[in-house]
């Protein structure tokens, strides 16, 4: 408990310049990106109508989260997206958040402005010839990173709520037809085809 406090009033007391300032690449996301996304995804590893397809990081995002279990996402949902070959950065201020999202991270940012900036970077990794990985490598609060010590218990916790993700609360697991692959670009997640 005195860790989270720490950590909190650390946060809190950070000046508002040391915020990462939104990329200009970054991608809304949206309800229709799901969609986009899904009939992409579809056209290349179900349908196989299309030998490699490219998704755009706001709408490839939109679909993980409708995978996750979220049923609507506002229309006024103020998260971004921007997507290179290492990373996808997913961020937003805390008053953008859905009350339930708020309140699974209440922790994190019960004490903070809601004009605070919250960030996510995840990766994309291979997981045998028959799945991609997800994995938040690390999260920060106004640009300060969250010590691994803290996101690791507060992400086990989120773990335990969604059974899509992994236990840690940190992976999500992603199924493609054996030989078919996944990779990040510039902007989006390129999918290639089975052989």
Excluded: N, W
């Excluded at 989260?65 to 950065?89: C, E, N, S, Y």
């Excluded at 004009?115 to 970077?121: F, T, V």
């Excluded at 010839?129 to 300060?144: D, K, P, Q, T, Y």
Aim: some cysteine; hydrophobic content about 50%; overall charge positive.
């Amino acid at each position: 408990m005195r860790l989270t406090s720490c950590l909190l009033l650390a946060l809190a007391a950070a000046p508002l310049a040391a915020q990462t300032a939104p990329d200009s690449a970054a991608r809304p996301i949206v309800a229709a990106g799901v969609f986009r996304a899904a009939a992409l995804v579809d056209s290349v590893y179900l349908d196989r109508r299309r030998d490699s397809a490219t998704i755009d990081a706001g709408d490839f995002t939109a679909y993980l989260m409708a995978r996750l279990g979220l049923r609507l996402i506002p229309p006024d949902f103020g998260f971004t997206v921007t997507a290179d070959t290492l990373q996808l950065r997913i961020g937003g201020r805390i008053a953008d958040l859905p009350a339930e999202a708020r309140q699974a991270l209440a922790q994190l940012v019960y004490l903070l402005p809601p004009d605070s900036r919250l960030e996510g970077q995840v990766e994309l990794l291979p997981a045998g010839r028959e799945a991609v990985r997800f994995h938040l490598r690390g999260a920060s609060v106004r640009g300060i990173p969250v010590p691994e010590t803290f996101l690791a218990l507060l992400m086990a916790d989120i773990g335990r709520k969604y059974p899509a993700l992994t236990d840690t609360g940190r992976d999500l697991f992603v199924q493609v037809p054996p030989g078919a692959g996944m990779r990040l670009v510039d902007g989006g997640v390129a999918l290639r085809g089975p052989p």
